[in-house]
């Protein structure tokens, strides 16, 4: 019997591989990996998933009207172009099998997000990256690698994992340098933990003309990572495709319910970004303190260069930390194999954390 055959280009996709959440022979670990929100969800969002457990046996509002119209609210947006899904991923492969096939490009910068590479690959299209600069995106360089075969060019914003930040100017020459038949993604998953004021998640490129889509997330400070919750902010056109390419209810009503009730605790939400501005900062300069490169971020995370010598590399560096119990992120896949990812936790855990890459470099 012969195995069925992909498509074409199928087999060539690397899968995406989530940061690690446990250790063998370890009960407790510090789970730094996948830059998950440091107090978890919050309670009224807690409760109302629970809540929403006494009606598992009926089929979800498909339009997740009530979702859109909080977010609309809460953004000052128009809710009839607001898209949910299950997680901003969803709507990155939406978009991608949507607008791209084989033949075309989907253009990305050098250090971006892997879905997007996955993405496009998913839907037979090539992905394409443009250098960074400093870690950071280069909008003369995106500029410069897109032809009549680029379909979508995607930039997140802040980006993961370098957590480095364009402002508004620079999305706004992107937009101006990009023909009406390329569509712009700007992925806004980190935007709620940035403090900037020259900072735009993408929402006034969005409703200022052209071919522009926001991704946003509840899996980072929201903390309903596990519920898989995210949206678009889309121009009319581009929000109608989605709708007919989404499932019927692709969101699930404890995820909803839970989404609705996060964005309403404002109070925990400033809380914890103010935590996440300060812990980032106080990481960045304990460890910048010990010989370490640190890049700048408007993250939930920080990237963290090692030096390349045997015994004192990033390898070496993570074997230490998973000894100790505290699980980190390799970035290999990522181009990036002097590095190591490090999510903002709680007080302790990056205390504890400092002193462990103390204790490696001593």
């Known amino acids: 019997m012969n195995n069925p055959v992909p498509r074409p280009g199928i087999m060539d996709i690397d899968p995406y591989v989530g940061g690690e959440t446990s250790l063998d022979g370890r009960d407790k670990v510090i789970k730094l990996s996948s830059n998950e929100s440091a107090f978890g969800p919050s309670p009224k969002a807690a409760a109302a998933y629970n809540d929403a457990g006494e009606e598992l046996h009926r089929y979800p509002d498909g339009d997740c009207r009530a979702l859109r119209e909080a977010l609309a609210a809460l953004h000052g947006l128009d809710a009839a172009r607001i898209v949910c899904g299950a ?3 969803e709507l990155i492969g939406l978009l ?27 839907a037979g299209a090539s992905p394409v990256f443009a250098p960074e600069k400093d870690l950071t995106a280069d909008v003369d360089a995106l500029l410069g690698q897109v032809n009549d075969n680029t379909r979508l060019l995607f930039l ?3 980006n993961n994992p370098t957590g480095t930040c364009l402002p508004a100017e620079e999305l706004w020459r992107l937009r101006r340098g990009l023909d009406d038949g390329v569509i712009l993604v700007i992925d806004a998953a980190y935007a709620e933990f940035v403090t900037e004021e020259d900072y735009s998640p993408g929402n006034d490129l969005v409703d200022g003309g052209g071919n522009v889509v926001m991704t946003r997330t509840f899996s980072k400070i929201f903390g309903l990572g596990g519920l898989r919750l995210g949206w678009a902010y889309c121009p009319k056109d581009i929000a ?12 699930s ?3 909803m319910a839970a989404g609705v009730a996060a964005l309403d605790d404002t109070e925990f939400t400033d809380n914890a970004r103010k935590h996440n501005e300060t812990w980032r900062a106080w990481t960045g300069e304990r460890l910048s303190d010990l010989g370490l490169e640190v890049t700048p971020s408007a993250g939930n995370f920080v990237l963290v260069r090692f030096p390349t010598g045997p015994g004192r590399d990033a390898e070496s560096a993570d074997a230490f930390l998973k000894d100790r119990g505290i699980i980190v992120r390799r970035m290999e896949a990522y181009g990036l194999e002097d590095c190591l990812r490090i999510t903002i936790g709680q007080e302790d855990e990056m205390r504890a ?9 001593e």
């Open 87 to 89: 997680g901003s991923d």
């Open 96 to 122: 991608c099998q949507a607008y791209a096939g084989p033949g075309d490009e989907v253009l990305y910068s050098e250090h971006g997000f892997l879905m997007y590479p996955i993405a496009a690959k998913a």
């Open 156 to 158: 997140a914003n802040p």
């Open 240 to 251: 109608g495709v989605l709708n007919r390419m989404r499932g019927p209810f692709n969101v």
């Open 253 to 255: 009503a404890p995820a």
């Open 353 to 361: 954390l400092v002193d462990a890459v103390a204790a490696f470099q």
